[in-house]
């Protein structure tokens, strides 16, 4: 059951339950405390990075081939594959996710994006450069070329987010294992639950000790592992106010950064588009995970002429929502994941009403349910671009309309924005939205709807503020490497 489980650190190959600290785990549907995590301190954090550190150093990961990596990863996969039920049960009490983003989002895209990571990194192959033929001193020619080579990095620290946490942790290691880097993993402190289940998987794949370590902690657990010289690359998901204090913090010792920050993407919807259609994707624009989600089309951008219908639309569907304890499997959308969170929600809505933004529907705590941590859909009309609730990650569920009247104007509204992750587009015209795609400044764009999934091939991540670096794919594989050039001639 999940009520007995326990968040122990994984250092060096090794289960660790009696640390100084603990922390109560709750479910944020009902506040229940569902479980506690040994935190970690100074020992235990000089422990992870001395067991990583010398896995990577001494140990047999790193030499491995690629081939060999995979065939380890793939029965770390197939274990978590087995814990399927379990797994999902786990996401749905400690991150609050509905029945459905557990099943699908939660798990069965992190594991089909890890599956596919595997399948890219045996495509990775070192590679001979064009021969160049060079007249010597002794009047010969050499015949000279170089192989490129792409060696893991070495220890990487990785800082998950609370939204998905499961998701992020998986698609970390598939990331950095896979390449040959030895981890650390330090999840949320609001859910380090999911991250624990990763121990147990690389017992029973035969991971060898210290690859994987797994540590809970706070700021300063972080920071240890943002600053230490042992410490290879840090990668991190969450804000961007957070990575661009882990970017001051990894810049003395030169560490390599790669981060997947906030986004406040745009979803373009032009005067031909089906606004059914439309309307469909900008609700999960803002409810999905209840709104906690970096790239979520949270800033709606509607021509004038459809404006009033497509607002219409989409507000009768948020009221529709069932908003509740997502143990429920006819919930549409569960709790955020602490009162703050809520109360930052809150903030955003007042300041929104107080800019003269006019509210649609939500704006306030949902009747009925008076615990956990629940907050109505929320949407908002008459929304000018340069208001705080068009500009900032909310990170709750509040969408935001902002009309337009050419195209010419909806790519300036698009890229007025200090981030760039994610956006959309609908028209009938995909010629036309493919040509607005390409001028907008994000890491991503979906023509009306995208490929209908989470394509596991194609490279994430963000322009601007949203981060550094790219995720899945060969991009985002080798990211987690060192590009090696040995030159060399015949003769």
Not at 18 to 47: K, S
Not at 259 to 275: P, W, Y
Not at 350 to 355: A, R, T
Request: net charge negative; aromatic share 6%.
């Amino acid at each position: 059951m999940v009520q007995t489980l326990k968040a122990s650190l994984y250092i060096g190959g090794e289960w660790i339950s009696d640390t100084a600290d603990r922390a109560e785990i709750i479910n944020p549907a009902t506040e229940e405390v569902i479980g506690t995590a040994c935190m970690a301190g100074t020992l235990e954090c000089e422990q992870a990075i001395a067991a990583a550190r010398d896995a990577f150093d001494t140990g047999p990961w790193p030499r491995l081939s690629i081939a060999e990596r995979v065939l380890v990863m793939r029965r770390l996969h197939d274990h978590l594959q087995g814990r399927r039920e379990e797994i999902v049960d786990l996401v749905i009490r400690e991150a609050g996710a509905t029945q459905m983003t557990a099943q699908y989002l939660h798990f069965g895209i992190a594991m089909k994006h890890a599956g596919q990571l595997l399948n890219d990194a045996m495509r990775i192959q070192s590679a001979l450069t064009p021969i160049e033929l060079t007249p010597d001193a002794q009047g010969r020619t050499v015949l000279g070329t170089s192989v490129t080579l792409y060696e893991p990095i070495g220890v990487v620290s990785a800082i998950t987010a609370y939204n998905f946490p499961f998701f992020l942790n998986v698609t970390k290691l598939f990331h950095a294992l896979t390449m040959g880097n030895t981890l650390i993993l330090k999840p949320s402190p609001y859910t380090p639950m999911q991250a624990s289940l990763l121990g147990a998987a690389a017992e029973a794949a035969g991971l060898p000790r210290g690859v994987l370590n797994i540590i809970n902690g706070g700021i300063d657990t972080g920071t240890r592992l943002t600053t230490d010289k042992r410490v290879d690359m840090v990668t991190f998901t969450g804000s961007d106010k957070v990575g661009a204090d882990i970017m001051a913090q990894a810049a003395p010792t030169l560490k390599k950064v790669h981060m997947e920050l906030g986004g406040k993407s745009a979803l373009i919807v032009r005067a031909d588009a089906d606004l059914i259609q439309a309307a469909q994707a900008g609700l999960g624009g803002f409810t999905l995970q209840s709104g906690q989600g970096c790239a979520l089309t949270t800033r709606h951008l509607v021509h004038n002429s459809v404006r009033k219908a497509y607002v219409e639309t989409l507000g009768a569907m948020a009221m529709h929502i069932k908003v509740g304890n997502p143990i429920d499997p006819s919930v549409h959308m569960g709790p955020l994941i602490r009162e703050a969170a809520r109360q930052r929600t809150e903030h955003f809505v007042q300041n929104g009403l107080d800019s003269g933004a006019t509210l649609v529907c939500g704006g306030q705590r949902p009747e009925g349910l008076n615990q956990g941590f629940y907050y109505s859909p929320t949407l908002f009309d008459d929304v000018r671009n340069e208001m705080r609730i068009a500009q900032e990650e909310i990170f709750g569920p509040v969408g935001v309309v902002i009309g337009f009247d050419t195209d010419e104007e909806a790519i300036a509204l698009a890229n007025d924005s200090a981030f760039g992750l994610h956006g959309g587009i609908f028209s009938a015209d995909a010629g036309k939205a493919y040509q607005i795609a390409t001028r907008v400044r994000t890491g991503g764009m979906a023509i009306n709807g995208g490929a209908g999934t989470m394509l596991s091939a194609a490279p994430f991540g963000g322009y601007k503020r949203s981060g550094l670096g790219r995720e899945y794919g060969r991009e985002g594989l080798l990211e987690f490497t060192q590009t090696k050039s040995i030159s060399f001639h015949a003769g």
